[in-house]
Protein backbone atom coordinates (compact mmCIF):
# COMPACT_ATOMS: atom_id res chain seq x y z
CA UNK A 1 0.00 0.00 0.00
CA UNK A 2 1.76 2.97 -0.74
CA UNK A 3 1.11 5.50 2.25
CA UNK A 4 2.08 9.05 2.44
CA UNK A 5 3.86 9.59 5.61
CA UNK A 6 4.77 12.84 7.12
CA UNK A 7 8.71 13.93 7.68
CA UNK A 8 8.07 13.84 11.05
CA UNK A 9 6.63 10.13 11.61
CA UNK A 10 9.00 9.02 9.09
CA UNK A 11 12.02 10.77 10.94
CA UNK A 12 10.54 8.87 14.40
CA UNK A 13 9.71 5.68 13.20
CA UNK A 14 13.18 5.49 11.35
CA UNK A 15 15.04 6.65 14.62
CA UNK A 16 12.78 4.84 16.79
CA UNK A 17 11.21 6.79 18.78
CA UNK A 18 7.33 6.29 19.97
CA UNK A 19 4.86 7.27 17.32
CA UNK A 20 1.09 7.17 18.79
CA UNK A 21 -1.23 6.97 15.67
CA UNK A 22 -4.81 9.10 16.04
CA UNK A 23 -7.87 8.23 14.12
CA UNK A 24 -10.01 10.81 12.32
CA UNK A 25 -13.48 9.62 12.11
CA UNK A 26 -14.25 10.71 15.80
CA UNK A 27 -13.25 14.73 14.88
CA UNK A 28 -15.13 14.16 11.35
CA UNK A 29 -18.04 12.32 13.04
CA UNK A 30 -18.18 11.70 16.10
CA UNK A 31 -17.82 15.17 17.73
CA UNK A 32 -19.51 18.22 16.82
CA UNK A 33 -17.76 21.43 15.05
CA UNK A 34 -15.96 23.28 15.55
CA UNK A 35 -14.74 22.11 18.76
CA UNK A 36 -13.71 19.07 16.67
CA UNK A 37 -10.88 21.00 15.53
CA UNK A 38 -9.68 22.13 18.58
CA UNK A 39 -9.45 18.76 20.29
CA UNK A 40 -7.88 17.36 17.10
CA UNK A 41 -5.35 19.38 17.64
CA UNK A 42 -5.40 18.96 21.77
CA UNK A 43 -5.14 15.14 20.96
CA UNK A 44 -1.63 15.46 19.12
CA UNK A 45 -0.93 18.15 21.53
CA UNK A 46 -1.37 15.52 25.02
CA UNK A 47 0.59 12.78 22.63
CA UNK A 48 3.60 15.29 22.09
CA UNK A 49 3.27 15.93 25.74
CA UNK A 50 3.61 12.39 26.67
CA UNK A 51 6.54 12.07 24.36
CA UNK A 52 5.77 10.63 21.69
CA UNK A 53 4.86 12.00 18.20
CA UNK A 54 1.51 11.69 17.18
CA UNK A 55 0.13 10.21 13.96
CA UNK A 56 -3.12 11.41 12.89
CA UNK A 57 -4.13 9.18 10.22
CA UNK A 58 -7.20 9.95 6.77
CA UNK A 59 -7.43 10.00 3.54
CA UNK A 60 -6.56 13.54 2.12
CA UNK A 61 -7.64 13.94 -2.23
CA UNK A 62 -6.72 10.15 -2.89
CA UNK A 63 -3.65 9.61 -0.70
CA UNK A 64 -3.69 7.77 2.43
CA UNK A 65 -1.82 10.62 4.77
CA UNK A 66 -0.19 9.20 8.36
CA UNK A 67 0.84 12.16 10.32
CA UNK A 68 -1.60 15.19 9.31
CA UNK A 69 -0.31 18.65 8.01
CA UNK A 70 -2.20 21.79 9.47
CA UNK A 71 -4.15 22.38 5.98
CA UNK A 72 -5.20 18.82 6.17
CA UNK A 73 -5.93 18.83 10.10
CA UNK A 74 -8.60 21.54 9.02
CA UNK A 75 -9.94 20.46 6.22
CA UNK A 76 -11.07 16.77 8.38
CA UNK A 77 -12.19 18.44 10.87
CA UNK A 78 -14.28 21.51 9.01
CA UNK A 79 -15.21 20.15 5.36
CA UNK A 80 -18.86 18.17 5.81
CA UNK A 81 -18.19 16.58 2.81
CA UNK A 82 -15.39 14.30 4.00
CA UNK A 83 -16.29 10.70 3.98
CA UNK A 84 -16.55 8.26 6.65
CA UNK A 85 -13.61 5.05 5.47
CA UNK A 86 -14.01 1.89 7.03
CA UNK A 87 -11.34 -0.27 6.05
CA UNK A 88 -13.23 -1.94 2.73
CA UNK A 89 -13.58 1.91 1.90
CA UNK A 90 -9.83 3.06 1.66
CA UNK A 91 -9.31 1.39 -1.81
CA UNK A 92 -12.39 2.99 -3.85
CA UNK A 93 -11.31 6.18 -1.95
CA UNK A 94 -7.43 5.68 -3.30
CA UNK A 95 -8.56 5.18 -6.33
CA UNK A 96 -11.26 8.38 -6.98
CA UNK A 97 -9.12 10.52 -5.13
CA UNK A 98 -11.91 11.13 -2.24
CA UNK A 99 -11.33 12.75 0.98
CA UNK A 100 -11.97 10.78 4.16
CA UNK A 101 -11.71 10.58 7.49
CA UNK A 102 -10.95 7.04 8.82
CA UNK A 103 -12.50 4.98 11.41
CA UNK A 104 -11.05 2.40 13.77
CA UNK A 105 -10.80 -0.33 11.08
CA UNK A 106 -8.89 1.61 8.50
CA UNK A 107 -6.90 3.30 11.11
CA UNK A 108 -5.59 0.49 12.06
CA UNK A 109 -5.17 -0.90 8.98
CA UNK A 110 -3.21 1.92 7.88
CA UNK A 111 -0.82 2.53 11.23
CA UNK A 112 -0.22 -1.53 10.86
CA UNK A 113 1.07 -1.23 7.49
CA UNK A 114 3.57 1.88 8.47
CA UNK A 115 4.98 0.37 11.56
CA UNK A 116 2.83 2.31 14.22
CA UNK A 117 2.26 -0.44 17.02
CA UNK A 118 -0.14 1.82 19.42
CA UNK A 119 -3.30 3.89 18.41
CA UNK A 120 -5.63 5.64 20.54
CA UNK A 121 -9.27 5.94 20.27
CA UNK A 122 -12.48 7.19 22.34
CA UNK A 123 -14.27 3.67 22.12
CA UNK A 124 -14.20 0.73 19.50
CA UNK A 125 -17.66 -0.07 17.11
CA UNK A 126 -18.68 -3.22 17.70
CA UNK A 127 -22.00 -4.96 17.55
CA UNK A 128 -25.14 -2.94 17.48
CA UNK A 129 -28.35 -3.40 20.21
CA UNK A 130 -30.76 -3.91 17.16
CA UNK A 131 -28.76 -6.80 15.51
CA UNK A 132 -30.67 -9.93 15.18
CA UNK A 133 -32.83 -7.24 12.96
CA UNK A 134 -29.59 -5.30 11.15
CA UNK A 135 -27.20 -7.30 11.15
CA UNK A 136 -25.16 -4.00 12.08
CA UNK A 137 -21.69 -5.46 13.61
CA UNK A 138 -19.03 -2.76 13.03
CA UNK A 139 -16.25 -3.31 10.96
CA UNK A 140 -13.72 -2.82 13.50
CA UNK A 141 -14.45 -5.94 15.23
CA UNK A 142 -12.66 -8.34 12.46
CA UNK A 143 -10.37 -6.09 11.35
CA UNK A 144 -8.43 -6.06 14.69
CA UNK A 145 -8.40 -9.45 14.57
CA UNK A 146 -6.09 -8.84 11.42
CA UNK A 147 -3.27 -6.27 13.33
CA UNK A 148 -0.66 -6.51 15.24
CA UNK A 149 -1.57 -2.59 16.84
CA UNK A 150 -2.87 -2.18 20.51
CA UNK A 151 -5.38 0.08 20.79
CA UNK A 152 -6.40 1.97 23.60
CA UNK A 153 -10.08 2.88 24.26
CA UNK A 154 -12.74 3.16 26.80
CA UNK A 155 -13.97 -0.20 25.60
CA UNK A 156 -16.89 0.08 23.22
CA UNK A 157 -19.37 2.69 22.42
CA UNK A 158 -22.37 2.22 24.99
CA UNK A 159 -24.96 2.33 22.43
CA UNK A 160 -23.72 -0.97 21.27
CA UNK A 161 -24.76 -4.24 22.58
CA UNK A 162 -21.22 -4.92 24.94
CA UNK A 163 -21.74 -8.68 26.16
CA UNK A 164 -22.08 -9.54 22.46
CA UNK A 165 -19.55 -7.51 21.23
CA UNK A 166 -17.18 -9.08 23.78
CA UNK A 167 -18.39 -12.41 22.79
CA UNK A 168 -17.18 -11.86 19.59
CA UNK A 169 -14.10 -10.17 20.26
CA UNK A 170 -13.29 -13.43 21.64
CA UNK A 171 -14.52 -15.81 18.62
CA UNK A 172 -11.79 -13.65 16.68
CA UNK A 173 -9.15 -13.82 18.99
CA UNK A 174 -8.53 -10.52 19.85
CA UNK A 175 -6.94 -10.31 23.31
CA UNK A 176 -8.64 -7.78 25.89
CA UNK A 177 -7.20 -6.45 28.78
CA UNK A 178 -8.51 -3.82 31.68
CA UNK A 179 -6.42 -1.27 32.49
CA UNK A 180 -6.41 -0.75 36.19
CA UNK A 181 -9.70 -2.14 36.02
CA UNK A 182 -11.54 -5.64 36.69
CA UNK A 183 -14.06 -4.47 34.13
CA UNK A 184 -14.98 -4.03 30.79
CA UNK A 185 -15.55 0.12 30.62
CA UNK A 186 -18.64 1.47 29.26
CA UNK A 187 -17.21 4.02 27.15
CA UNK A 188 -19.04 7.20 28.55
CA UNK A 189 -19.60 5.37 31.91
CA UNK A 190 -16.48 3.61 33.67
CA UNK A 191 -17.71 0.36 33.68
CA UNK A 192 -20.14 -1.81 31.81
CA UNK A 193 -20.32 -4.45 34.22
CA UNK A 194 -19.29 -7.16 31.74
CA UNK A 195 -15.73 -8.72 33.36
CA UNK A 196 -12.61 -8.62 31.86
CA UNK A 197 -10.27 -11.52 31.89
CA UNK A 198 -7.19 -9.34 32.48
CA UNK A 199 -5.97 -7.23 34.35
CA UNK A 200 -2.78 -4.69 33.77
CA UNK A 201 -1.86 -1.64 36.28
CA UNK A 202 1.60 0.18 34.12
CA UNK A 203 2.12 0.89 30.51
CA UNK A 204 5.28 -1.21 31.46
CA UNK A 205 2.92 -4.03 31.81
CA UNK A 206 1.04 -3.21 28.64
CA UNK A 207 4.43 -3.28 26.94
CA UNK A 208 5.06 -6.51 27.89
CA UNK A 209 2.26 -7.96 26.97
CA UNK A 210 3.17 -6.90 23.27
CA UNK A 211 6.43 -7.87 23.53
CA UNK A 212 5.04 -11.37 23.92
CA UNK A 213 2.87 -11.14 21.20
CA UNK A 214 5.31 -10.28 19.26
CA UNK A 215 7.81 -13.35 20.53
CA UNK A 216 4.47 -15.94 20.02
CA UNK A 217 5.27 -15.06 16.30
CA UNK A 218 1.25 -16.26 16.22
CA UNK A 219 -1.82 -15.23 14.18
CA UNK A 220 -1.95 -11.64 14.46
CA UNK A 221 -4.37 -9.84 16.24
CA UNK A 222 -5.11 -6.31 18.05
CA UNK A 223 -4.24 -6.29 21.97
CA UNK A 224 -7.51 -3.88 23.08
CA UNK A 225 -6.40 -1.78 26.14
CA UNK A 226 -9.51 -1.13 27.78
CA UNK A 227 -8.85 2.28 29.87
CA UNK A 228 -11.96 3.56 32.20
CA UNK A 229 -12.97 6.97 31.75
CA UNK A 230 -12.20 8.26 35.71
CA UNK A 231 -15.45 7.95 37.77
CA UNK A 232 -15.62 11.60 38.29
CA UNK A 233 -15.26 12.35 34.98
CA UNK A 234 -18.18 9.34 33.75
CA UNK A 235 -21.59 10.75 32.59
CA UNK A 236 -24.26 9.93 35.26
CA UNK A 237 -25.40 6.31 34.60
CA UNK A 238 -29.55 6.99 35.02
CA UNK A 239 -29.40 9.86 32.60
CA UNK A 240 -26.83 7.84 30.13
CA UNK A 241 -29.75 4.69 30.09
CA UNK A 242 -32.22 7.31 29.61
CA UNK A 243 -31.02 9.28 26.70
CA UNK A 244 -30.00 6.63 25.41
CA UNK A 245 -33.25 4.08 24.99
CA UNK A 246 -34.62 7.37 23.48
CA UNK A 247 -31.91 7.81 21.16
CA UNK A 248 -32.12 4.41 19.57
CA UNK A 249 -36.05 4.57 19.28
CA UNK A 250 -35.65 7.60 17.70
CA UNK A 251 -32.73 5.80 14.92
CA UNK A 252 -35.17 3.17 14.76
CA UNK A 253 -38.24 5.87 13.93
CA UNK A 254 -35.99 7.74 11.30
CA UNK A 255 -34.64 4.61 9.59
CA UNK A 256 -31.18 5.53 10.45
CA UNK A 257 -28.80 2.61 9.09
CA UNK A 258 -25.19 1.82 7.78
CA UNK A 259 -22.91 4.44 8.80
CA UNK A 260 -25.17 6.50 9.98
CA UNK A 261 -26.36 4.95 12.95
CA UNK A 262 -23.12 5.66 15.25
CA UNK A 263 -23.08 9.33 14.46
CA UNK A 264 -26.63 10.10 14.51
CA UNK A 265 -26.51 8.27 18.07
CA UNK A 266 -23.58 10.09 19.56
CA UNK A 267 -25.22 13.38 18.85
CA UNK A 268 -28.34 12.59 19.97
CA UNK A 269 -26.76 12.25 23.67
CA UNK A 270 -24.55 15.16 23.17
CA UNK A 271 -27.62 17.19 22.65
CA UNK A 272 -29.97 15.12 25.03
CA UNK A 273 -27.57 15.11 27.61
CA UNK A 274 -27.05 19.07 27.27
CA UNK A 275 -23.29 18.25 26.37
CA UNK A 276 -22.68 16.15 29.10
CA UNK A 277 -21.72 13.11 27.19
CA UNK A 278 -19.63 15.15 25.26
CA UNK A 279 -17.41 15.47 28.47
CA UNK A 280 -17.09 12.41 29.20
CA UNK A 281 -16.69 11.12 25.86
CA UNK A 282 -13.57 14.04 25.54
CA UNK A 283 -12.46 13.03 28.84
CA UNK A 284 -12.02 9.25 27.67
CA UNK A 285 -10.15 10.10 24.72
CA UNK A 286 -8.34 12.05 26.50
CA UNK A 287 -7.18 9.43 29.13
CA UNK A 288 -7.09 7.32 26.46
CA UNK A 289 -4.52 9.17 24.31
CA UNK A 290 -2.16 9.84 27.36
CA UNK A 291 -2.18 6.24 28.15
CA UNK A 292 -1.17 5.36 24.39
CA UNK A 293 2.02 7.41 24.75
CA UNK A 294 2.68 6.32 27.83
CA UNK A 295 2.87 2.41 26.06
CA UNK A 296 4.77 3.86 23.25
CA UNK A 297 7.59 5.13 25.48
CA UNK A 298 7.14 1.64 27.29
CA UNK A 299 7.23 -0.70 24.35
CA UNK A 300 10.09 0.91 22.93
CA UNK A 301 12.24 1.14 25.93
CA UNK A 302 12.40 -2.32 26.02
CA UNK A 303 14.10 -3.29 22.41
CA UNK A 304 17.57 -2.23 22.50
CA UNK A 305 18.43 0.72 19.22
CA UNK A 306 14.35 1.15 18.75
CA UNK A 307 11.59 2.73 20.19
CA UNK A 308 7.76 2.42 19.38
CA UNK A 309 8.08 1.01 16.10
CA UNK A 310 9.06 -2.20 17.45
CA UNK A 311 12.59 -2.39 15.76
CA UNK A 312 11.07 -3.94 12.56
CA UNK A 313 10.27 -0.78 10.51
CA UNK A 314 11.87 -0.20 7.10
CA UNK A 315 11.62 3.00 5.56
CA UNK A 316 11.45 3.58 1.84
CA UNK A 317 11.60 6.90 0.32
CA UNK A 318 10.49 8.11 -2.85
CA UNK A 319 7.51 6.69 -4.05
CA UNK A 320 5.80 8.11 -6.89
CA UNK A 321 3.64 10.09 -4.85
CA UNK A 322 6.38 12.15 -4.09
CA UNK A 323 6.01 11.13 0.07
CA UNK A 324 7.81 7.85 1.43
CA UNK A 325 6.29 4.21 1.67
CA UNK A 326 6.92 2.23 5.37
CA UNK A 327 6.44 -0.86 5.73
CA UNK A 328 6.17 -2.00 9.15
CA UNK A 329 7.18 -5.70 10.38
CA UNK A 330 5.39 -5.19 13.50
CA UNK A 331 8.99 -6.65 15.27
CA UNK A 332 7.31 -9.77 13.41
N1 LIG B 1 -14.66 6.82 19.32
C1 LIG B 1 -15.28 7.99 19.63
N2 LIG B 1 -16.06 8.57 18.67
C2 LIG B 1 -16.22 8.02 17.41
C3 LIG B 1 -15.55 6.79 17.08
C4 LIG B 1 -14.78 6.24 18.08
O1 LIG B 1 -15.16 8.49 20.77
O2 LIG B 1 -16.93 8.60 16.57
C5 LIG B 1 -15.72 6.19 15.67
C6 LIG B 1 -14.55 5.28 15.32
O3 LIG B 1 -13.97 5.76 14.13
C7 LIG B 1 -15.17 3.91 15.08
C8 LIG B 1 -16.52 4.31 14.54
O4 LIG B 1 -14.43 3.12 14.20
O5 LIG B 1 -16.88 5.38 15.45
C9 LIG B 1 -17.48 3.14 14.51
O6 LIG B 1 -18.40 3.36 13.47
P1 LIG B 1 -19.32 2.13 12.94
O7 LIG B 1 -20.14 1.74 14.14
O8 LIG B 1 -20.16 2.73 11.82
O9 LIG B 1 -18.40 1.06 12.47
MN1 LIG C 1 -22.23 -0.23 11.37
Known sequence: MSTHVSEEVREALHEGRPVVALESTLVAHGLPRPRNLAVARELEELVRAGGAVPATIAVVDGTARVGLDEAALIRIAEDPTVRKLGHRDLAPALATGATGATTVSATAWLADAT?????????????????????????????LAQVGTAVVCAGVKSILDVPAT???????????????TEHFPGFYLSSSG???DWTLRTPEEVAAVMRAQDRLEGPRAAL????????????????????????????????ITG???????LEYL???????SLEAN??????????????????GAGIPGAGGAGGGTEIREGTHDGGAEARGTGGR
Do not use: C, M
Open 259 to 265: QAVTPFL
Open 282 to 299: LAAIRGNVRLAARIARAY
Open 224 to 255: VVANPVPEAEQLDPALHDRVLADGLAAAKEKG
Open 115 to 143: GVRVFATGGLGGVHRAWTETQDESADLRL
Open 270 to 276: TVHTEGA
Open 194 to 196: EPV
Open 166 to 180: LQRLETLGVTVVGYG
